[in-house]
């Protein structure tokens, strides 16, 4: 079954967050499809922020590929950026399938660049600029 959420703009960002994190209880490996600037990071920022991380902690971990940070609890969370990445096995180098097999929340950017090395379980939600500038999510449960 297909779901979607509608983002309107910035300030609908954490309403849909919110929304987001209640429909995928239960998934730790969220993977993001996207164009460059459809808005993959700043998803990933107000779902950290949902979580408890302090929002200036976030940034794309474009060079470092990975970031981790700690929400309520002290739970970790991923948020890789596979852009760099120019051969699967590149993440492998980083310890990928020890992050995926932590149990702990990862979230992807640019997962397609390593899409061979993802497991079954990953939920792929699909990010899509409508012509109006606001934001669709979509995703198969």
């Avoid at 499809?33 to 408890?52: D, I, N, Q, R, S």
């Avoid at 852009?83 to 990862?106: M, V």
Wanted: charged share 25%; with cysteine; proline share 5%.
């Amino acid at each position: 079954m297909t779901k979607q959420i509608h983002i309107a703009g910035l300030e609908d960002l954490q309403r849909a967050a919110k929304e987001f994190l209640d429909a995928v209880k239960g998934h730790s490996l969220i993977a993001f499809y996207a164009p460059m600037g459809a808005g993959k990071t700043t998803f990933t920022t107000a779902l950290c922020k949902e979580l408890g991380v302090e929002e200036d902690a976030v940034s794309s971990p474009t060079f470092a590929i990975v970031n981790e940070y700690r929400g309520t609890g002290a739970r970790s969370i991923f948020h890789f950026d596979f852009y760099r990445i120019e051969r699967p096995e590149e993440a492998l180098d980083i310890g990928l399938y020890d992050y995926l097999d932590s149990g702990e929340l990862c979230l992807m950017e640019w997962p397609e660049n390593i899409e061979p090395l993802l497991p079954e379980e990953t939920l792929r939600v699909h990010i899509s600029v409508l012509p109006d500038g606001s934001r669709n999510l979509s995703w198969e449960d």
